[in-house]
């Protein structure tokens, strides 16, 4: 744990990293199991997508999802799954509001990404494994 960070802030940093890595890995998995990558490809480029990018996307939702979970490089992987989430934004903008309209508005995903700027300001919170180097001064990692 930090010592500069409260317990309650630590905790909260590790709900939202933990909630954040499991729906990510859900996701990723839909897109690699259920819909397929062709089918995931096929997708993209029907709203207007390279198809590649609908690979993409998978695999870094995948490994996103599994460093998120384990606290690896956690603040990096928020924000490198933003610019995902803001994709996913822009793609339902036409939608209106609400994520109950039809095709799905942008709300969820402009959580989404409200949720890992978040995690980005927070870091890794509690059993990280990456919390433990993090907290070493430069005089300990020499020593």
Do not use: C, D
Request: net charge positive; proline share 6%; no cysteine.
């Amino acid at each position: 744990m930090n010592p500069t960070t409260s317990p309650k802030a630590e905790l909260a940093a590790t709900i939202l990293r933990v909630a954040l890595g499991v729906l990510y890995l859900a996701h990723s998995l839909q897109k690699i199991f259920v819909f397929t990558l062709p089918g995931t490809a096929q997708f993209f480029q029907s709203i207007g997508f390279p198809g590649w990018l609908g690979y993409l996307t998978a695999f870094v939702e995948l490994a996103g999802g599994i460093a998120l979970l384990l606290g690896v490089q956690v603040r990096w992987v928020a924000l490198v799954l933003l610019p995902f989430m803001l994709g996913a934004m822009s793609v339902h903008l036409p939608n209106g509001w609400g994520f109950a309209s039809p095709h799905g508005g942008w709300e969820y995903p402009a959580f989404w990404a409200v949720t890992l700027v978040v995690q980005s300001l927070l870091g890794n919170g509690l059993y990280a494994v990456g919390a433990k180097a993090a907290q070493l001064t430069p005089a300990r990692k020499a020593a």
